[in-house]
């Protein structure tokens, strides 16, 4: 039992890892799109 629980905690650990990794790459790519955006708007002031 000790043995499933402590394999559980490892895997789920890693899911979550994955997981905000991935939030943090979707926000990197907002941010990056933003910044083009404004870029471009302030390029055709």
Same mark, same amino acid.
């Given at each position: !039992?000790?043995? &499933? *629980? &402590?394999? &559980?905690? %490892?895997? %789920?650990?890693? *899911? *979550?890892?994955? =997981?905000? /990794? $991935?939030? $943090?790459?979707?926000?990197?790519? =907002? $941010? @990056? %799109?933003? +910044? +083009? @955006? %404004?870029?471009? =708007? /302030?390029? /055709? !002031?």
């Amino acid at each position: !039992m000790t043995r &499933f *629980a &402590f394999a &559980f905690l %490892a895997l %789920a650990s890693l *899911a *979550a890892c994955e =997981t905000i /990794q $991935g939030a $943090g790459q979707d926000l990197e790519n =907002t $941010g @990056e %799109a933003i +910044s +083009s @955006e %404004a870029r471009q =708007t /302030q390029a /055709q !002031m």
